[in-house]
């Protein structure tokens, strides 16, 4: 059967190159997604593909999720959907569930013609080409390549297509809410040849102070706004250095001298050189590892802000938490992760990621064991040089193609 896939595929490819490339050219940043996910219910439908292809409806319900994410306000649902797509198997089977996402970033400085694909030597160049439509394209390469080849499989294969995983989840916590069963889920992320059987969490946060402005003159007067931020960053770093030990011992993430990083993105104060200001706000994120629940850091976060600065400094902020993400474990040895292993011929290194993603909606929340892999490399998401290979695509889809054989049970 190796073979048959392996010439399936090849013969696929050009199609795959173009389902990419189609949809590299939609701008499709968080909360723009529609248009691509409208392109996908068409070419899911066509009658080739074998699938049934559903429309699961977005609300505004959602923004009163405990765990609904808002680095990104103002977003509305209403006229919004992901999409679901499934391959029924006879029955007797293991299910098996995909889920990639459609959002992108915005585009990086520099980046020229970002919605315009170009293809050089076989790599395909684009916002979003790895991360993630270059996973949605690898997706379609394998439903397209069971249909061709009119494998019967055992159990079913289904497919979760979401908006909004950049900015928090929000798409796949609408499908987790929607409910979801299955015996394995693969999350397709660019994963530079390893296959993530841990997936470390994170939380982003928002800092906003409030100082007493005044004139450069008068010191012991004023309270600077942007100090307190400093002082805040500080003490921040010393907590993270202290998580950062304390989360030592865990074998797939101590080879990384620093997997949950924390990081000051976005600092904002002021408007005069010679004036300290009333008001900074202050943004970033944290990583997570397994040893800590989301909450507990949460907590310690704050504790470690209480106790940054005077009476002044701990009631003149406000801490806000935009984005909550819980670590995602599953056991090596679980028949998914060694599945994938076998169709791959071991050539998948077994690794924790260092980057947080949706996986811990479906592990943690509906109970289904959860991997991440997929073609590309993080190295170049979200940068401007944004890239992947189709013979990567190519070697992901033939990997996947045979690890549903392996898991859900299939016979030609």
């Known amino acids: 059967m190796q073979s048959e896939i392996h010439s399936t595929v090849a013969r696929l490819l050009p199609e795959a190159q173009a389902v990419l490339c189609d949809l590299i050219r939609f701008p499709s940043t968080c909360g723009n997604e529609q248009a691509a996910m409208r392109y996908l219910s068409v070419i899911f439908r066509k009658p080739c593909m074998g699938l ?10 959602l923004l009163d999720d405990p765990d609904y994410s808002n680095p990104v306000p103002g977003i509305k649902y209403a006229g919004r959907f992901n999409l679901r797509v499934a391959r029924k198997g006879r029955g007797g089977g293991r299910s098996l569930l995909f889920n990639t996402h459609l959002d992108v970033v915005p585009p990086s400085e520099n980046m020229d013609q970002p919605w315009t694909p170009r293809v050089v030597d076989g790599v395909v160049h684009g916002r979003g080409a790895c991360d993630a439509k270059g996973q949605a394209a690898t997706f379609w390469l394998v439903m397209r390549a069971l249909a061709e080849m009119k494998i019967k499989l055992a159990g079913d294969v289904i497919g979760h297509l979401v908006v909004e995983e950049e900015n928090g989840g929000n798409g796949s916590l609408a499908m987790a809410r929607h409910g979801e069963r299955a015996d394995g889920c693969i999350v397709l992320e660019p994963s530079g040849g390893k296959l993530f059987t841990s997936i470390r969490g994170a939380i982003w946060f928002r800092l906003v102070f409030t100082g007493r402005a005044g004139h450069s003159g008068q010191a012991g007067v004023t309270r600077s706004a942007l100090l307190m931020a400093r002082d805040a960053m500080n003490a921040l770093e010393q907590y993270h250095a202290k998580l950062l030990a304390g989360s030592r011992g865990l074998p797939l993430f101590d080879v990384y001298p620093n997997p949950m990083p924390l990081t000051f993105g976005k600092l904002e104060a002021g408007n005069w050189p010679a004036s300290a200001p009333s008001r900074a706000v202050l943004a970033g994120v944290l990583g997570l590892l397994p040893n800590k629940t989301k909450e507990q850091v949460c907590d310690e976060f704050r504790a470690a802000l209480q106790a940054a600065g005077d009476e002044f400094f701990t009631q003149n902020f406000e801490l806000q938490f935009m984005y909550k993400h819980d670590s995602s474990v ?17 050539t998948l290194e077994v690794a924790g990621m260092t980057a947080s993603c949706d996986a811990w909606f479906y592990n943690n929340q509906l109970k289904i064991p959860t991997v991440v892999c997929g073609p590309g490399t993080l190295k170049v998401a979200h940068s401007k040089d944004e890239q992947i290979g189709m013979q ?4 992901a ?16």
């Open 52 to 61: 049934k292809c559903s429309r699961v409806a977005l609300t505004d319900k």
């Open 330 to 346: 599953l056991d090596p040895a679980h028949p998914l992760p060694q599945s994938i292993l076998r169709a791959s011929g071991q």
């Open 397 to 412: 889809a033939e990997t996947l193609l045979s690890s549903i054989v392996d898991y859900c049970g299939a016979k030609t």
């Open 392 to 395: 990567e695509i190519a070697g």
